[in-house]
């Protein structure tokens, strides 16, 4: 077959409509770009509130702004860098790039990048308005309590920040579960994981973390939500709260992000260097090591952001010397680099002028991060504009200039021209200088004593100069960063054009059409060891022709290959879902949930978050295949099935992943439990809590008997009996189950309100009950797949899914009704603590 | 005779000689936060903390024998040795991690 006729074929299968058909978008190229433009945008937003707090500060005694004005631009300024630009911009990296660099179509689960995107959007823009109506978050981008408790933030500022932010955590969250699980299953043939590009590894490792670093701090929003809004004070210390729980539960997410945003930007150094340096990259299965001991430490050293609050020094020794052993990893990545520039034969080009950036910028920041690793130095230079410039130098060197080495890096795949040097190198200097001057500075004016976070200062306490310097060089910066986007936008039409790989990588996203088709390759690639050192550019013509495997079309499905996880090997055809309007629907469900709650109109809520569920599991019906088919040709002779008929498929291990988030956010839930028995003021309570053990016992019963009629049903289906009865069973067992839960909701004592001995109790059953009801949500979705014959002896994932949920939701429960059931003991062991 | 794939069971290992070290740290943080809310004696407490970690040294010390110390499984394709090396290395990197982020600092006063 001719290269043009199977360009057309597959275009015609998997190219998104014009006009508001764009809406329904699903493809990874599409919704990687507009991932990567929304979070230019809001970094541009971003960017003139941090001018805005420059100008503040750059004179004392300054009239620019008031206080409540400079508090919402500098929290907003934080919060939007990091939740809004950061995250998403390393997310559209991921979604653009990683299938093409792994030599597949898409990611596994389309619709989820859709709905991802579409949360992140619409999160994020209320965020922005909330700023336009003067009612953003004013309490700093970490919204500690007490100060962000309605006592003393009665608006809905706060309110924003917790509703904004989770939405867009939930993005972040069904993005890192796709990425995990479409890493692990869809790459080239024969990409076995030794041979995968380490940018693979990279994004894997970075995906796994934020699993499981993202729970706690969706947690910690939802029970300040909840404290705000329903008054249960977890973090109120007169009613048995702690104000400290909360930044457990933050920094639980927030050390790790440092390292989440980091490691997908190292990824892109390790594949830009050793292109680069004209050699393969030195060091690789060291560099896998470290980012697995990386990503652990990094989870291990949440508590040193919280030297000063009082911890016994003992315990604030671990967190110390993890904080100072976590350069180790980080060094050998470093190391790794320069050992691949030393042996290779660098050439010069832009990319590489921002590699040199983040080399200056990021060893700098890892410096100061050593000292304040440094309890004794930590505690003097606590919440002090050092801190400031530590963690610009560390988010900005990890992620600003290895970003833009990355787009002058990639940026030809998209417009087939490269920089226009006159521009790019002059906007690098004024970048690099720019930073610079605006950064440094503020070591020296925080180790003189100027605090993080005042809206003006004196003009006699010596900090004058160095603030105004500070400002001109924020100044600097942004011009160097007007420049760079002139220089981007110039590329498409003065660029210098170029041939396919202009750059002889040796990665798979060169080895396709430029820009890249919606199918992205015309046939996937194969993996061997021969092939590992050429060109990809050499391949690309054999790969459009439809030489390697899936180069055809068939029934207008858009396919790609599932592999074996470790070798590589091809193993299940996936057939992946057309364009919809469903998830930009289902966002939009969301989104009115989110604003209902924000301005308490919380029976609309509930109605929201009951027709998103139900687009959920709309978005199922038209999932899968209606008949069995059995292996399948993809070419090269090899036959697979596709992945309805597998036991291995995406959707069983995308459950998988998701539960190990869930499981993040129970345990979180249960330590905070813990801690608060341990720590919090004004325990025990004066009620003394007597849980119902009968009802305990009916719910933990009831979820058991629904976890054994799940397994009934699949048994029923594998011998041709009917599932129905069984999934009915299920049903009912589960409604006992909430029953239940709702009952000792109902008889907690001290009342939930009254203290956080009660609030906690509530917050176990709440999430034992939820879990049932989205139990019902899967047993509903199987009755309407089996009716419409989706579901098969063959094809029986969605019962072995719903077996895999009502297992997890019987063990949590038993946990949780556990602990609901040991309070009255945990409250008497209270009495002999001194 | 053809290697085998590496069974995907086997990528667990990559997670654990670092998941022992976050179990030590949750392990020795919560004994001594409830060590020191209880006012346990330092002797008794120390006593604790230095047993918690002894559990977990001899967990890697387990698990670097079964793996440290045996060769690549050679029925297994190029992986297995690729997957071998980077447990063994991060069971290696995970012990150092346990003994010096851990170790030396419970000879420090216990609830100062």
């Given at each position: 077959?001719?290269?043009?006729?199977?360009?057309?074929?597959?275009?015609?299968?998997?190219?998104?409509?014009?006009?508001?058909q764009?809406?329904?978008?699903?493809?990874?190229?599409?919704?990687?770009?507009?991932?990567?433009?929304?979070?230019?945008?809001?970094?541009?937003?971003?960017?003139?509130?941090?001018?805005?707090?420059?100008?503040?500060?750059?004179?004392?005694?300054?009239?620019?702004?008031?206080?409540?004005?400079?508090?919402?631009?500098?929290?907003?300024?934080?919060?939007?860098?990091?939740?809004?630009?950061?995250?998403?911009?390393?997310?559209?990296?991921?979604?653009?790039?990683?299938?093409?660099?792994?030599?597949?179509?898409?990611?596994?689960?389309?619709?989820?990048?859709?709905?991802?995107?579409?949360?992140?959007?619409?999160?994020?823009?209320?965020?922005?308005?909330?700023?336009?109506?003067?009612?953003?978050?004013?309490?700093?981008?970490?919204?500690?309590?007490?100060?962000?408790?309605?006592?003393?933030?009665?608006?809905?500022?706060?309110?924003?920040?917790?509703?904004?932010?989770?939405?867009?955590?939930?993005?972040a969250?069904?993005?890192?579960?796709?990425?995990?699980?479409?890493?692990?299953?869809?790459?080239?043939?024969?990409?076995?994981?030794?041979?995968?590009?380490?940018?693979?590894?990279?994004?894997?490792?970075?995906?796994?973390?934020?699993?499981?670093?993202?729970?706690?701090?969706?947690?910690?929003?939802?029970?300040?939500?909840?404290?705000?809004?329903?008054?249960?004070?977890?973090?109120?210390?007169?009613?048995?709260?702690?104000?400290?729980?909360?930044?457990?539960?933050?920094?639980?997410?927030?050390?790790?992000?440092?390292?989440?945003?980091?490691?997908?930007?190292?990824?892109?150094?390790?594949?830009?260097?050793?292109?680069?340096?004209?050699?393969?990259?030195?060091?690789?299965?060291?560099?896998?090591?470290?980012?697995?001991?990386?990503?652990?430490?990094?989870?291990?050293?949440?508590?040193?952001?919280?030297?000063?609050?009082?911890?016994?020094?003992?315990?604030?020794?671990f967190?110390?010397?993890?904080?100072?052993?976590?350069?180790?990893p980080?060094?050998?990545?470093?190391?790794?680099?320069?050992?691949?520039?030393?042996?290779?034969?660098?050439?010069w080009?832009?990319?590489?002028?921002?590699?040199?950036?983040?080399?200056?910028?990021?060893?700098?920041?890892?410096?100061?991060?050593?000292?304040?690793?440094?309890?004794?130095?930590?505690?003097?230079?606590?919440?002090?504009?050092?801190?400031?410039?530590?963690?610009?130098?560390v988010?900005?060197?990890?992620?600003?200039?290895?970003?833009?080495?990355?787009?002058?890096?990639?940026?030809?795949?998209?417009?087939?021209?490269?920089?226009?040097?006159?521009?790019?190198?002059?906007a690098?200097?004024?970048?690099?200088?720019?930073?610079?001057?605006?950064?440094?500075?503020?070591?020296?004016v925080?180790?003189?004593?100027?605090?993080?976070?005042?809206?003006?200062?004196?003009?006699?306490?010596?900090?004058?100069?160095?603030?105004?310097?500070?400002?001109?060089?924020?100044?600097?910066?942004?011009?160097?960063?007007?420049?760079?986007?002139?220089?981007?936008?110039?590329?498409?039409?003065?660029?210098?054009?170029?041939?396919?790989d202009?750059?002889?990588?040796?990665?798979?996203?060169?080895?396709?059409?430029i820009?890249?088709?919606?199918?992205?390759?015309?046939?996937?690639?194969?993996?061997?060891?021969?092939?590992?050192?050429?060109?990809?550019?050499?391949?690309?013509?054999?790969?459009?022709?439809g030489?390697?495997?899936?180069?055809?079309?068939?029934?207008?499905?858009?396919?790609?290959?599932?592999?074996?996880?470790?070798?590589g090997?091809?193993?299940?055809?996936?057939?992946?879902?057309?364009?919809?309007?469903?998830?930009?629907c289902?966002?939009?469900?969301?989104?009115?949930?989110?604003?209902?709650?924000?301005?308490?109109?919380?029976?609309?809520?509930l109605?929201?978050?009951?027709?998103?569920?139900?687009?959920?599991?709309?978005?199922?019906?038209?999932?899968?295949?209606?008949?069995?088919?059995?292996?399948?040709?993809?070419?090269?002779?090899?036959?697979?099935?596709?992945?309805?008929?597998?036991?291995?498929?995406?959707?069983?291990?995308?459950?998988?992943?998701?539960?190990?988030?869930?499981?993040?956010?129970?345990?979180?839930?249960?330590?905070?439990?813990?801690?608060?028995?341990?720590?919090?003021?004004?325990?025990?309570?004066?009620?003394?809590?007597?849980?119902?053990?009968?009802?305990?016992?009916?719910?933990?019963?009831?979820?058991?008997?629904?976890?054994?009629?799940?397994r009934?049903?699949?048994?029923?289906l594998?011998?041709?009996?009917?599932?129905?009865g069984?999934?009915?069973?299920?049903?009912?067992?589960?409604?006992?189950?909430?029953?239940?839960?709702?009952?000792?909701?109902?008889?907690?004592?001290?009342?939930?309100?009254?203290?956080?001995?009660?609030?906690?109790?509530?917050?176990?059953?709440?999430?034992?009950?939820?879990?049932?009801?989205?139990?019902?949500?899967?047993?509903?979705?199987?009755?309407?797949?089996?009716?419409?014959?989706?579901?098969?002896?063959?094809?029986?994932?969605?019962?072995?899914?719903?077996?895999?949920?009502?297992?997890y939701?019987?063990?949590?429960?038993?946990?949780?009704?556990?602990?609901?059931?040991?309070?009255?003991?945990?409250?008497?062991?209270?009495?002999?603590r001194p | 005779?053809?290697?085998?794939?590496?069974?995907?069971?086997?990528?667990?290992?990559?997670?654990?000689?670092?998941?022992?070290?976050?179990?030590?740290?949750?392990?020795?943080?919560?004994?001594?936060?409830?060590?020191?809310?209880?006012?346990?004696?330092?002797?008794?407490?120390?006593?604790?903390?230095?047993?918690?970690?002894?559990?977990?040294?001899?967990?890697?010390?387990?698990?670097?024998?079964?793996?440290?110390?045996?060769?690549?499984?050679?029925?297994?394709?190029?992986?297995?040795?690729?997957?071998?090396?980077?447990?063994?290395?991060?069971?290696?990197?995970?012990?150092?991690?346990?003994?010096?982020?851990?170790?030396?600092?419970?000879?420090?006063?216990?609830?100062?």
């Amino acid at each position: 077959m001719s290269a043009l006729r199977l360009h057309r074929e597959l275009a015609a299968i998997w190219a998104t409509g014009p006009g508001l058909q764009r809406l329904a978008a699903v493809n990874h190229s599409v919704i990687g770009l507009r991932f990567m433009a929304t979070a230019f945008v809001f970094f541009a937003i971003g960017g003139v509130l941090g001018m805005l707090t420059r100008v503040q500060l750059a004179t004392p005694d300054s009239d620019f702004m008031d206080p409540e004005t400079y508090n919402q631009v500098f929290t907003v300024h934080g919060s939007m860098m990091l939740f809004l630009f950061a995250i998403p911009m390393i997310e559209g990296v991921a979604v653009y790039l990683t299938p093409k660099i792994l030599g597949t179509r898409d990611f596994a689960f389309p619709r989820l990048t859709a709905y991802g995107y579409w949360c992140y959007l619409f999160g994020g823009t209320i965020i922005t308005l909330s700023l336009v109506f003067g009612v953003a978050p004013n309490g700093g981008w970490f919204m500690y309590t007490p100060l962000s408790s309605n006592v003393y933030t009665p608006g809905v500022n706060a309110d924003v920040w917790l509703l904004g932010v989770t939405f867009v955590e939930i993005s972040a969250l069904t993005l890192a579960v796709e990425i995990v699980v479409s890493i692990l299953k869809m790459r080239a043939p024969g990409m076995a994981l030794d041979r995968m590009p380490i940018f693979g590894w990279y994004m894997l490792v970075t995906a796994l973390m934020m699993v499981v670093a993202f729970p706690p701090l969706i947690l910690g929003s939802i029970l300040l939500e909840t404290e705000r809004a329903f008054g249960l004070p977890f973090f109120d210390p007169k009613r048995g709260g702690d104000a400290l729980l909360w930044q457990h539960l933050f920094w639980l997410f927030g050390h790790p992000d440092v390292y989440i945003i980091f490691l997908p930007m190292a990824g892109a150094l390790s594949t830009i260097i050793p292109v680069f340096a004209n050699r393969r990259l030195v060091g690789y299965r060291a560099i896998v090591v470290a980012i697995i001991a990386l990503a652990f430490v990094s989870f291990g050293i949440w508590v040193h952001h919280m030297f000063t609050v009082g911890i016994p020094h003992l315990a604030l020794a671990f967190f110390s010397a993890g904080s100072a052993i976590v350069a180790v990893p980080t060094s050998v990545q470093i190391f790794a680099w320069l050992a691949t520039l030393a042996h290779g034969r660098p050439r010069w080009d832009v990319p590489m002028l921002y590699v040199f950036g983040f080399f200056f910028i990021f060893a700098l920041g890892g410096l100061t991060g050593v000292m304040l690793a440094i309890v004794p130095f930590n505690w003097q230079a606590h919440d002090s504009y050092f801190v400031v410039a530590h963690f610009h130098y560390v988010v900005a060197g990890a992620l600003a200039f290895p970003m833009l080495a990355a787009f002058y890096y990639w940026l030809p795949l998209l417009t087939g021209r490269t920089a226009v040097h006159r521009l790019s190198v002059p906007a690098f200097w004024l970048v690099f200088i720019g930073f610079n001057l605006t950064f440094f500075l503020m070591h020296l004016v925080g180790l003189l004593g100027m605090p993080r976070r005042i809206y003006t200062y004196p003009g006699d306490v010596g900090w004058n100069w160095l603030n105004l310097l500070s400002s001109v060089g924020g100044f600097i910066m942004t011009i160097g960063f007007g420049l760079v986007v002139i220089d981007l936008l110039a590329q498409f039409r003065y660029g210098r054009r170029v041939r396919r790989d202009p750059w002889r990588a040796t990665t798979f996203e060169w080895a396709m059409p430029i820009p890249p088709a919606p199918y992205a390759f015309a046939s996937l690639p194969q993996v061997g060891t021969a092939a590992d050192d050429s060109a990809a550019g050499e391949r690309a013509l054999s790969l459009a022709r439809g030489e390697g495997y899936l180069g055809f079309a068939r029934n207008g499905w858009q396919e790609t290959l599932g592999v074996h996880m470790t070798s590589g090997a091809p193993e299940q055809l996936i057939v992946l879902p057309r364009p919809t309007y469903l998830p930009l629907c289902t966002a939009l469900a969301t989104a009115t949930a989110v604003l209902a709650m924000l301005f308490q109109f919380y029976a609309l809520t509930l109605a929201a978050a009951l027709l998103t569920a139900g687009l959920f599991v709309l978005a199922g019906q038209s999932a899968g295949l209606a008949r069995d088919y059995g292996p399948l040709p993809v070419g090269h002779g090899v036959s697979v099935p596709p992945h309805t008929e597998v036991a291995g498929a995406p959707p069983w291990w995308a459950l998988i992943f998701t539960l190990v988030a869930d499981g993040t956010l129970f345990a979180s839930l249960v330590f905070g439990t813990f801690y608060l028995w341990i720590a919090a003021p004004n325990w025990p309570a004066a009620a003394t809590p007597a849980p119902d053990l009968m009802l305990a016992l009916a719910a933990i019963v009831a979820l058991v008997v629904a976890a054994a009629a799940a397994r009934g049903s699949l048994r029923a289906l594998a011998t041709g009996g009917s599932a129905r009865g069984w999934i009915a069973l299920a049903m009912l067992a589960l409604l006992a189950a909430i029953a239940a839960c709702v009952a000792l909701i109902g008889g907690i004592a001290p009342p939930p309100r009254e203290h956080a001995l009660g609030a906690t109790a509530a917050a176990l059953l709440f999430y034992v009950a939820v879990h049932a009801g989205i139990g019902l949500l899967f047993l509903v979705s199987n009755l309407l797949r089996l009716g419409a014959g989706l579901v098969s002896p063959l094809r029986s994932m969605d019962l072995r899914l719903t077996r895999l949920w009502l297992d997890y939701t019987a063990m949590t429960a038993v946990i949780a009704l556990g602990l609901v059931l040991a309070l009255p003991l945990l409250v008497a062991m209270l009495g002999p603590r001194p | 005779m053809s290697a085998r794939p590496v069974p995907p069971r086997r990528l667990w290992w990559l997670l654990a000689g670092f998941g022992v070290w976050c179990s030590a740290l949750v392990f020795l943080y919560a004994v001594h936060a409830i060590g020191c809310a209880f006012a346990w004696p330092a002797g008794a407490l120390r006593l604790a903390l230095a047993i918690v970690l002894l559990v977990h040294l001899i967990a890697i010390g387990w698990m670097w024998r079964d793996h440290g110390t045996a060769s690549p499984d050679p029925s297994l394709d190029s992986t297995g040795a690729f997957l071998h090396t980077v447990i063994v290395w991060t069971l290696i990197a995970a012990l150092v991690t346990i003994v010096l982020t851990l170790g030396p600092t419970l000879a420090l006063a216990t609830c100062v």
